[in-house]
């Protein structure tokens, strides 16, 4: 498992909040690799898209809040 650090994004309700991303799948794909993440201090889930290992992953979807 990896554990990613990063801002919330530009569509995120929460200003300003430290979000430690823990990947919980990837799926290479033809445009390279699908990245689950799922944040471990506030459950917010996310997917990315990382199309060089050289490269940081784009979000691909909006935060998704914690499951209930």
Do not use: F, K, N
Not at 26 to 53: F, M
Request: charged share 25%.
């Amino acid at each position: 498992m990896t554990v990613l650090h990063d801002r919330a994004g530009a569509g995120s309700t929460r200003d300003e909040q430290l979000h430690d991303w823990l990947v919980e799948s990837r799926h290479d794909i033809s445009t390279g690799t699908v990245v689950y993440v799922c944040c471990t201090r506030c459950g917010v889930r996310r997917v990315e898209l990382q199309e060089s290992p050289w490269l940081p992953p784009l979000a691909i979807s909006r935060e998704l809040p914690q499951r209930r």
